[in-house]
């Protein structure tokens, strides 16, 4: 009788404890295009994580599903640890690359350079002092492609490199 009650105490301490954790909250503040490679576009998601709790949390791993004006862009996900103190937001940096095919996908709808939307889903897995807990990841937002990098100053250069070679 004795080991019922203790073990029914600790269950509703742990229970208990448990209201008193705060989930990290996670928020994208940039999405920026990085460069180009032989086959595909270098992306960087710049994401806040806030740990409003008095003590830190480790991220031990994280996965993700990115679309771009609805069409999937890309997936994955890293098994890296990243340790986020209490009180404060720790900047975390996504790098991944997109395949030409992708890109072509997306210019096909003419989005505006300015202000192309994406959706960002995916989970953190978050070690805390109870455990590992999933901290799910949900944002909408739009990103601006580098003036660099529009297809109308890429057209531009090409036509300043012939221009050059005419000469």
């Known amino acids: 009788m004795k080991q019922v009650l203790f073990a029914a105490f600790i269950l509703l301490f742990l229970s208990g404890c448990s209201l008193f954790l705060s ?26 994580v ?63 350079p300015a202000a192309i939307p994406y959706r960002l889903t995916g989970s953190l897995e978050v070690e805390t002092p109870l455990g590992l807990t999933l901290v799910p990841v949900s944002s909408t937002g739009t990103f601006s492609v580098p003036q ?8 531009k250069g090409f036509t300043e490199a012939i221009n050059g070679l005419r000469r």
Not at 24 to 40: E, I, N, S, W
Not at 88 to 111: G, N
Not at 148 to 155: N, T, V
């Open 23 to 48: 989930e990290p909250r996670v928020a994208v503040k940039d999405v920026a295009v990085t460069g180009f490679g032989a086959d595909g576009v270098d992306i960087e998601l710049l994401l806040g």
């Open 50 to 112: 806030t740990n409003e709790n008095s003590f830190a949390l480790s991220l031990t791993g994280y996965s993700y599903d990115l679309q771009v004006l609805a069409l999937p862009l890309t997936t994955g996900g890293d098994r890296r640890r990243i340790e986020f103190p209490g009180g404060a937001t720790t900047d975390v940096r996504l790098p991944f690359r997109v395949p030409f095919r992708s890109v072509m996908e997306i210019l096909k709808r003419h989005p505006d």
């Open 148 to 155: 660099r990098y529009r297809p109308a100053e890429i057209l």
